[in-house]
């Protein structure tokens, strides 16, 4: 009878698995400083998209107030998934702690109606010392996060959880050197943060973004690739570089459930036809060069592949190239064994196996021909995220009696209408790319 309830039990785990039902249990890497750290499974997947004309509002700390993950995220929506024509807020503010957090949703963050919400708070939170034995910490910040999300939620406003991230090295503050020694007591502390999270996004049924394992494991894979010097965490250990944003930015895509399918580029040289989609158009195709239009952009990430303050760095950190940014090419009717590809000033050389399988352009070509247009856009996304951080400090914060003062609404109308302006500057930016592709034998 054992035997049959354990077939059963065994039967319905793989099934459940089969139908993406089943917690994904977390694969810890096999080195002893990962041996303390229990990581509870992911919760199973959570279907997610984002619906035509949402209004995401992004929260979060002083990591979110950097305007570096928030900015790849309303980048991407921009350039990358432009037909669901999203509107972006922040409000990211540093020192925050979620009940801290809880005193500005309704003035700050409901006032404008969003239709998403994203949360990312627990490095505050966590007080950067050790959980105390009774778990007070851990239990704190689960009220408090459970609270806000029913905020949004009572408000019919669809949430996306983020766990914290991690530390990189022990912070630099006195009072921190007085509670630990090392970062790990502080990380175990963030795990269990962490832990708290996955529980209500499964309570809730919301979906999540796994922060602070992936920043975990990716910064161990980095000191291997790149050595002991590489910070993803950043300088003092909680405010990430370029590649650290990358890696948070990589769990908000999982759970924005973003295909990375950024369109294929068909070329067949017997037939000299080319064809394309989702946002691409073909020009012309003469001789041995292919010209396209595009009205969506690849991800454009630059810098050094060693460098912790690089985008692209952070990019080979978590495969998101393959996962998010697949702007594909497909060769067929090949006549010789290798072809030099040309791409703006870049050429690289293939053979004509891997070209009929199709290379991902993204990835293949850092300097492309958008590169130009897609920072143009992304300095107008900063630009718009620096006056909304400027809002959440200056314009929207109600000390007591200032909800009562004349020229308080008037304030916020005159703010809003900059705004409106950096968002107009925005969509002015984002400009269709023509360019070409030359195909030639090797």
Not at 30 to 57: I, M, N, T, Y
Not at 218 to 228: I, L, P
Request: hydrophobic share 35%; net charge positive.
């Amino acid at each position: 009878m054992r035997k049959i309830t354990l077939c059963i039990a065994l039967m319905a785990s793989l099934g459940l698995a089969m139908f993406g039902l089943a917690d994904e249990p977390i694969v810890k890497p096999k080195d002893p400083s990962f041996e303390k750290f229990q990581p509870s499974p992911l919760p199973s997947a959570v279907a997610f998209e984002f619906k035509k004309g949402d209004r995401l509002a992004i929260c979060g700390d002083s990591i979110t107030e950097a305007a570096m993950y928030s900015r790849m995220i309303e980048t991407y929506l921009t350039v990358c998934r432009p037909e669901l024509e999203v509107a972006v807020r922040t409000h990211g503010k540093g020192g925050e702690t979620v009940p801290k957090f809880r005193g500005r949703i309704s003035g700050e963050v409901l006032r404008f109606k969003p239709t998403v919400v994203s949360l990312c708070y627990g490095m505050n939170d966590h007080g950067y010392r050790p959980e105390t034995k009774s778990g007070g910490i851990a239990n704190y910040y689960q009220d408090n996060l459970t609270s806000a999300v029913k905020s949004f939620t009572d408000a019919k406003v669809r949430v996306v959880l983020a766990s914290p991230g991690c530390v990189g090295k022990l912070p630099p503050w006195d009072f921190v050197k007085e509670e630990a020694k090392t970062d790990e007591p502080l990380n175990l502390n963030l795990c269990g943060l962490r832990n708290r999270t996955i529980e209500i996004a499964k309570e809730k049924k919301l979906p999540y973004a796994d922060t602070f394992w992936n920043m975990l494991v990716a910064r161990h894979e980095a000191r291997k690739r790149f050595g002991s010097k590489y910070e993803l965490c950043g300088a003092d250990g909680v405010h990430p570089n370029w590649a650290g944003h990358v890696v948070m930015a990589y769990g908000f895509f999982k759970a924005f459930g973003f295909d990375g399918d950024l369109g294929t580029i068909e070329v067949d040289l017997k037939a000299k036809s080319a064809k394309t989609e989702k946002g691409h158009q073909v020009k012309e195709f003469t001789a041995d060069t292919v010209t396209i239009t595009s009205s969506r952009y690849p991800f454009c990430g630059d810098g050094d592949l060693d460098s912790d303050n690089s985008v692209r760095s952070g990019m080979s950190l978590v495969s998101f190239n393959r996962d998010f940014n697949r702007l594909t090419l497909k060769v067929t009717g090949a006549t010789a064994k290798e072809y030099s590809i040309t791409w703006g000033k870049t050429s690289r050389v293939y053979s004509a196996e891997a070209l009929a399988k199709g290379i991902n352009l993204a990835d293949d070509f850092v300097t492309n021909p958008f590169s130009d247009s897609f920072k143009k856009v992304n300095d107008a996304v900063l630009a718009k995220q620096r006056h909304e951080a400027e809002q959440t400090w200056k314009v929207f914060p109600i000390y007591p009696g200032n909800e009562k003062r004349k020229d308080y609404e008037d304030l916020i109308e005159s703010s809003e209408a900059e705004r409106a302006k950096l968002v107009q500057a925005i969509q002015a930016a984002f400009v269709p790319v023509t360019h070409t592709i030359r195909i030639t034998p090797k």
